[in-house]
């Protein structure tokens, strides 16, 4: 019972951390998107995906399908304990690697989809063996990332890759990779702190994250 609880948290805290690794980014008066870097400088964002047809969202579910919808499409097994209407949780392997599926929904929609690797390692150099495994996959299927980025913020251990792992853990350093397709952002991110590694990998609709941001306001005001 303590796992399922603990898992339960998991699933709910990758709610609001990995789009904090997203660089910003716009649309011109001609309609085309650019990515705004951290350096001031800026590029076209091309989309050699976005005219590919999918017949999936995320596993094998689609955006805006119901909780049921979902719970039938899933072999997994059911994560029972999350005190969370809008959450479903399940445990299964993704590409041989342990960890928790997780569903979102938003007004009983299907809005987001994430997996929370939770592999173990002695030498932590193996998670980001594993980031870049899932990177390949995803880069097989999608194409070249729209953002691919490596961010270093101590550089104490940059010239010694074999301390790379370690300092994922003190939050030395984060990787981070993002692809749009279609109405689909991707997102994955392997970062750390206090010497625990987090490796996530999330799926959502940009339009019906509009809608989740703005009921989690309402929400937040009915707590005064």
């Known amino acids: ?69 979902v719970k039938s499409s899933e072999t997994a097994t059911i994560v029972p304990e999350i005190n969370d209407p809008n959450i479903l949780g399940f445990t299964g392997s993704v590409a041989g690697l342990e960890g928790l599926i997780g569903y979102y929904f938003v007004n009983g929609k299907l809005w987001k989809g994430a997996y929370i690797f939770s592999e173990t390692h002695s030498n932590r150099n193996m998670f980001i063996t594993d980031y870049s495994s899932i990177k390949n996959i995803l880069i097989e299927k999608y194409g070249e990332p729209i953002e691919d980025n490596v961010n270093w913020l101590n550089d104490l251990y940059a010239d010694d890759t074999s301390q790379y792992g370690f300092a994922v853990s003190l939050g030395h350093l984060n990787f981070y990779c993002s692809w749009e397709i279609g109405d689909t952002k991707i997102q994955m991110v392997l970062s750390g702190e206090n010497y625990d590694i987090s490796h996530r990998l999330e799926y959502h609709n940009e339009s019906l994250k509009k809608l989740a941001i703005e009921e989690q306001k309402k929400a937040s005001k009915s707590d005064f």
Do not use: C, H, P
Request: charged share 35%; glycine share 4%; hydrophobic share 35%.
């Open 1 to 69: 019972m303590k796992m399922n609880k603990i898992k339960s948290v998991t699933l709910i805290i990758v709610l609001s951390t990995i789009s904090l690794f997203a660089q910003e980014k716009a649309i011109t008066e001609s309609g085309k998107t650019v990515l705004l870097k951290e350096d001031g400088s800026w590029e076209y964002v091309i989309d050699s995906n976005e005219n590919k047809t999918k017949e999936f969202d995320f596993r094998k579910t689609k955006w805006g399908d119901s909780v049921e919808k």
